[in-house]
């Protein structure tokens, strides 16, 4: 079984990118997995909660082993995991010695005003990008090449970004990855109905369009976000040679 981890941050496209996995004959998508985990040991106040930490495994460790076992190949070869990154918390990562980890970022000026309707106090944690920083560096250090997707790379051009994804995976490029049917999937998340409004909106990934203005009340963040995405961004698959 050949099995990716996508190491997100909120607000970045991830379900659109699950989205399209989804339309691969040969993979199975799983949607935030370690969710569960994540709010039982932060005890973080989410949209949904109680509800997310009933309704699924919360034992992160268990998850994982679970997921990697090899019983789970019986269904489809590959074995897509869309994470959020700052889930992976007090958890044993060994298992990511045994994935193929993708990264996607976006922008902290135009991820953050979306990030924070949802939470109005998000905090550097919240964004996830400290931990993919960290863990890219980690990765590299033991001999992996993780790939790293920007979110508006993607949309300017979605055909040439996944074409050059699936070949750093060794898949072929299916193009029914490139659209979708509306609305939700049997994979998505009970939380779905909190976060995944537009995506239930589209067929296909949206025209990327700038944000305009951002709000000087989240400044300070935008300042301790940017150094780590400016650092995983100078790696990101371009939508454009030489861009």
Known sequence: M???????????????????????????????????????????????????????????NSVMQSLLHPAIAATRPVLFMKHMAHHLVDIDAGFLK??????????????????????????????????????????????????????????????????????????????????WPKGPIPEDGVWARHWYHAVHQSTGFTKYKPKRGFPPRLGGLLAECAPHYEKLFAHAIRAQDGD
């Open 2 to 60: 050949q099995s990716i981890c996508l190491w997100s941050g909120p607000r970045n496209v991830s379900t659109a990118l699950m989205y399209s996995f989804a339309q691969r004959d040969d993979t199975r998508v799983i949607d935030e997995p370690l969710y569960g985990h994540y709010l039982r040991v932060s005890g973080a106040a989410h949209p949904g909660r109680e509800q997310v930490m009933a309704c699924m495994n919360c034992d992160g």
């Open 98 to 179: 045994e994935t193929q980890n993708v990264f996607l970022i976006r922008d902290p000026a135009e991820m953050l005003p979306s990030l924070t309707i949802q939470l109005p106090d998000a905090t550097l944690a919240d964004t996830g990008l400290a931990v993919q920083s960290r863990l890219y560096d980690e990765l590299r250090s033991q001999g992996q090449q993780p790939a790293v997707l920007d979110s508006r790379e993607l949309l300017l051009d979605p055909e040439r970004v996944l074409r050059l994804l699936c070949g750093e995976l060794g898949l072929r490029f299916d193009p029914g990855m490139l659209s």
